[in-house]
């Protein structure tokens, strides 16, 4: 599967952006979804996670009540939509997808595909 992350942009903070990632192929639903970050000099870190039918959800609780993951299976698109956004959520954002057996997916490395990244950037 190929995944295509969009909607990054500068923004300030207090702000709101929402990402899409749009996959290609027919079996988008069998995949559970996540995004990633990655700021500079940091190693990539988890944001959210979401099921294959979107019944269940895992965020960070460093974007727990401001971010939101969701899907749209029949569009085969997962979004997150960003709210009052701080400096430090500044990175490079991914969305990847997991061919596994659990609901949501917090490892990285259980990821099996990913998007190229889009880049988020919030000024203070």
């Known amino acids: 599967v190929q995944l295509q992350a969009s909607g990054g942009g500068l923004v300030q903070a207090g702000g709101s952006l929402r990402l899409s990632c749009v996959a290609s192929?027919?079996?988008?639903?069998?995949?559970?979804m996540g995004w990633f970050r990655q700021a500079p000099g940091k190693e990539r870190e988890f944001v959210a996670s979401?099921?294959?039918?979107?019944?269940?959800?895992d965020h960070a609780d460093s974007v727990k009540g401001r971010f939101t993951i969701s899907r749209d299976n029949a569009e085969n698109t997962v979004y997150l939509q960003m709210n009052s956004l701080k400096p430090e959520d500044t990175a490079v954002y991914y969305c990847?997808?997991?061919?596994?057996?659990?609901?949501?997916?917090?490892?990285?490395?259980?990821?099996?595909?990913w998007g190229q990244g889009t880049q988020v950037t919030v000024s203070s």
């Open positions: 192929g027919r079996t988008f639903s069998y995949y559970v």
């Open positions: 979401i099921s294959r039918l979107g019944r269940g959800t």
């Open positions: 990847a997808a997991d061919w596994g057996y659990s609901d949501t997916q917090s490892n990285a490395a259980e990821y099996d595909y």
